[in-house]
């Protein structure tokens, strides 16, 4: 199976592992993994903003990039939700609407892709630890992918899995959300974080960095010692044959 990497900018500027383990990952579980080098923005941050004109030249472009890939996948729920929405910003472009609705029906978070696509909720991956998981809003109420990360955890040998109180609260950060709210966003991940220790957990788990990022720093200065990771780095953690764990 063909897999195109969607890279997301989060993943790409500041958290190049992600991609690293989503590629891994997916070849791993017996996929052809090709990056398109023509990707770019997805577009959300500027059509989150108001700034329409602005966000269709770069979704035009991610069609562009992404033409004749077979399967989109992302480590970001976010950003693919995003690919998701474009049939309907680009809803009676003669030119553009058919295209954005085929990429749209192609893109998957890699979650999903793992668990609906391919067919596998245990991807033989070993992590000993105490892990709660944050559903980051627009993975849950846009992608609506809700089931495919925990099933896939539960199934992590060794994990001791506890689930996160109040986990569909909102985190707070939002993208530009953050930016324009930030006392209310400061409340918002100040509550979070609360029900993060609430736990116990050594490591809070989640599919969008942006979430994680907002959620970790806001531990980090309340001097919370909780690891944050994206979920493919726990999915990609496995015991070779000759013994031992890595990553």
């Not at 199976?1 to 958290?15: A, E, G, H, N, P």
């Not at 690293?20 to 997805?42: H, I, S, W």
């Not at 979650?111 to 909720?121: E, P, R």
């Not at 109420?141 to 809700?146: D, N």
Request: negative net charge.
């Amino acid at each position: 199976m063909k897999v195109s990497l969607f890279i997301t900018c989060v993943s790409d500027i500041v958290f190049a592992d992600v991609g690293k383990n989503t590629v891994e990952l997916l070849e791993r579980l017996g996929c052809e993994v090709d990056f398109p080098a023509a990707q770019t923005c997805c577009g959300q941050p500027a059509y989150n903003s108001g700034y329409l004109s602005e966000a269709k030249k770069a979704m035009k472009q991610m069609i562009k990039a992404f033409k004749d890939s077979e399967y989109v996948v992302g480590p970001s729920g976010s950003c693919v939700g995003m690919l998701r929405e474009y049939p309907n910003v680009l809803k009676g472009d003669p030119e553009w609407e058919q295209p954005a609705i085929d990429l749209a029906n192609k893109s998957y978070e890699v979650t999903q892709f793992i668990v609906d696509v391919l067919g596998i909720t245990d991807v033989g991956s070993t992590f000993e630890g105490r892990v709660t998981y944050h559903p980051s809003c627009h993975m849950t109420r846009i992608l609506g992918v809700k089931e495919a990360p925990t099933k896939l955890l539960k199934n992590v040998k060794g994990i001791d899995f506890v689930e996160l109180p109040v986990k569909e609260d909102c985190c707070g950060f939002g993208g530009t959300f953050a930016v324009k709210n930030a006392d209310i966003s400061g409340e918002m991940v100040k509550e979070k974080s609360r029900h993060v220790s609430e736990t116990e957990a050594e490591y809070l788990v989640g599919g969008d960095m942006g979430c994680l990022m907002n959620i970790g720093g806001r531990m980090r200065r309340e001097g919370k010692n909780v690891k944050v990771m994206h979920i493919t780095e726990i999915l990609n953690t496995h015991v070779k044959e000759q013994g031992g764990v890595t990553a």
